[in-house]
T-cell receptor, first 114, second 109 residues
């Protein structure tokens, strides 16, 4: 089973709202990732968690706050977003986060910021 | 920046083989070649990867040239469901995936 699940599938929020995206995997993977994908563009890496510790933050604004409560769960907390943050947010996981591991992606959360 | 270059778009007739090229002329000895595809508005799907040797699985074949400067992903019998953006990614141990623009493959009936 190579399934990564993400909830919600769609999210509409105002600029003053606080919301969270959730990602879950049960493959025993120890690395989890958040990517952002704007329309007609490739995915861009935002954060990497390896063994439940944040290992990479690709200069993402602080209005995006990741959290890894355990090795199976990854959250992305959103606060005071801007309309330009509207995008598809993808979660992925891999065995150990060491680059050459195959990453498995979830279906994404389509976020619209009004 | 992505370390690969791919054609922007390609067409393929249904039932024929789709051959998607990827150039990675600066690849180093430890870097793997990965292929993913993304069907409209879905998450990227892993297809295949390789280091030096050609690889085959139930989805596709990966042909890597002897000098490793380019590779070709082959979908042996393309169907309409193979219409997607195909990403070729070169990645080394300790690095993370960097997606380039990919190739938009259209399978035509």
């Amino acid at each position: 089973d190579t399934e990564v699940t993400q909830t919600p599938k769609h999210l509409v929020m105002g600029m003053t709202n606080k919301k969270s995206l959730k990602c879950e995997q049960h493959m025993g993977h120890r690395a989890m990732y958040w990517y952002k994908q704007k329309a007609k563009k490739p995915p861009e890496l935002m954060f990497v968690y390896s063994y439940e510790k944040l290992s990479i933050n690709e200069s993402v604004p602080s209005r995006f706050s990741p959290e890894c409560p355990n090795s199976s769960l990854l959250n992305l907390h959103l606060h005071a977003l801007q309309p330009e943050d509207s995008a598809l947010y993808l979660c992925a996981s891999s065995g150990n986060g060491r680059g050459t591991d195959t990453q498995y992606f979830g279906p994404g959360t389509r976020l619209t910021v009004l | 920046d992505a370390k690969t270059t791919q054609p922007t778009s390609m067409d393929c007739a249904e039932g024929r083989a789709a051959n998607l090229p990827c150039n990675h002329s600066t690849i180093s000895g430890n870097e793997y070649v990965y292929w993913y595809r993304q069907i409209h508005s879905q998450g990227p799907q892993y297809i295949i990867h390789g280091l030096k040797n050609n690889e085959t699985n139930e989805m596709a074949s990966l042909i890597i040239t002897e000098d490793r400067k380019s590779s070709t992903l082959i979908l042996p019998h393309a169907t309409l469901r193979d219409t997607a953006v195909y990403y070729c990614i070169v990645v080394d141990y300790g690095q993370n995936f960097v997606f380039g623009p990919g190739t938009r493959l259209s399978v035509l009936p």
